[in-house]
């Protein structure tokens, strides 16, 4: 927001780097739109981290997922952002398409596999190798289903 006007984004537009973002040096962030679930369904949310500590220290892989679930027990929509393996968090977009429609059930996190997450661009440093965070990503992120279908 500015004395020009609102402008509304979404976050994968806004969040453009370390630290940095799409704002500009005249506007003020003045709020955050989170999508209601869709109608007559219900939701679960969960994270997971890897690291060596669980608060304070940064992340190996971290994993933030919102699954909705039909009366019927059917995934309606799924929504899985994986970050510490990108330099922004990047959304799973092929794997959240693939979920829709199966069973809401712990083993659904099966169907979890590393082309789902090729558009993660991890990095080699002190904390692991870029192919230790891609095979760790794939476990977090099945991790974090498992939890939100339980």
Known sequence: MSRGGARVMPIGQFV????????????????LFVPAPFPGTTFTS???????????VIS????AAVVETMADGRIARARIAVGACSEVARRLADLE????????VPTTADIVRPHHLAELTPI???????????????????????????
């Not at 190996?60 to 994993?63: G, R």
């Not at 974090?144 to 339980?150: F, G, H």
Request: avoid cysteine; charge should be positive.
């Open 97 to 104: 398409a693939d979920l829709v429609g199966l069973r809401a």
């Open 16 to 31: 453009t780097g370390n630290r940095r973002t799409a704002r500009a040096a005249n506007e003020l962030v003045a709020g």
């Open 46 to 56: 969960t994270f997971e981290k890897l690291g060596s500590r669980a608060y304070l």
């Open 124 to 150: 080699d440093d002190v904390r692991g190798s870029a192919g230790y965070r891609r095979d760790a990503a794939v476990t977090v992120v099945r991790r974090a289903l498992e939890r939100a279908l339980a």
């Open 60 to 63: 190996i892989a971290m994993v």
